[in-house]
């Protein structure tokens, strides 16, 4: 199935970018762009993409509203808002998940974080930028000393810490010189072993067990 996608930027080039980045994913198509938030709100309620790409600072009305008004508590038919920006504040990643975002990006991520943050949010997963990740778990969970964990593999525990560290699915492949299909079966068995529902929650097992130091 195609996931069907809308920007909310309000920088041309940056919004022409993300259309290239995406529409070249064989599952991926984008339906709409706005460049304001106010515009945004009324294109998503009318095309009700898949998934919507919103950054923070925009005229007329700023993501973190836009993510409230479309996917907020009390929204009765909430769309999947994903907050992409420049913008690394604690303030902005709390409000944003508080508010329903189902992903914060970095712009400097990268396109294939980017790719990864749709899918995610498309698959009613959540996707947080590795440093944001990182930062948050230093502050709410001081990490423990590393112990082998028996659940995993020893293959299975270098795929946490790389998913931990921000890697995709392709990445871990190039780096343990397996194919991506294997890969993406040892994140899944990752996920099943730890009891875990996303990368996120990987990457938060990985700092508890002290696998990822920042």
């Excluded at 069907?4 to 993300?18: H, K, S």
Aim: aromatic content about 4%.
């Amino acid at each position: 199935m195609t996931t069907r996608i809308l920007i909310a930027d309000d920088q041309d080039d940056v919004r022409g970018g993300y259309r290239i980045i995406l529409d070249a994913q064989p599952d991926m198509r984008v339906v709409g762009e706005a460049a304001d938030g106010a515009t945004a709100v009324e294109l998503a309620r009318r095309l009700r993409p898949d998934v919507v790409l919103a950054d923070i600072r925009m005229p007329r009305m700023d993501g973190l509203e836009v993510t409230r008004l479309l996917a907020g508590p009390g929204v009765p038919d909430p769309l999947r808002v994903v907050v992409v920006t420049t913008f690394d504040l604690d303030e902005y990643v709390h409000t944003a998940l508080r508010d329903g975002a189902c992903g914060f990006l970095l712009k400097r991520s990268g396109p294939a974080l980017l790719v990864e943050g749709v899918r995610a949010a498309a698959a009613g997963d959540a996707l947080i930028s590795p440093s944001i990740t990182t930062r948050l778990l230093r502050r709410f969970a001081p990490p423990v000393p590393r112990a082998d964990d028996e659940r995993l593999t020893g293959r299975e525990a270098e795929v946490a810490t790389l998913v931990a560290r921000g890697r995709t699915n392709a990445e871990i492949a190039a780096e343990l010189s397996i194919t991506s299909g294997t890969a993406k079966t040892h994140v899944a068995n990752v996920q099943h072993k730890l009891g875990v529902r996303n990368r996120v929650e990987i990457a938060a097992w990985a700092w508890q067990t002290g696998r990822l130091r920042p």
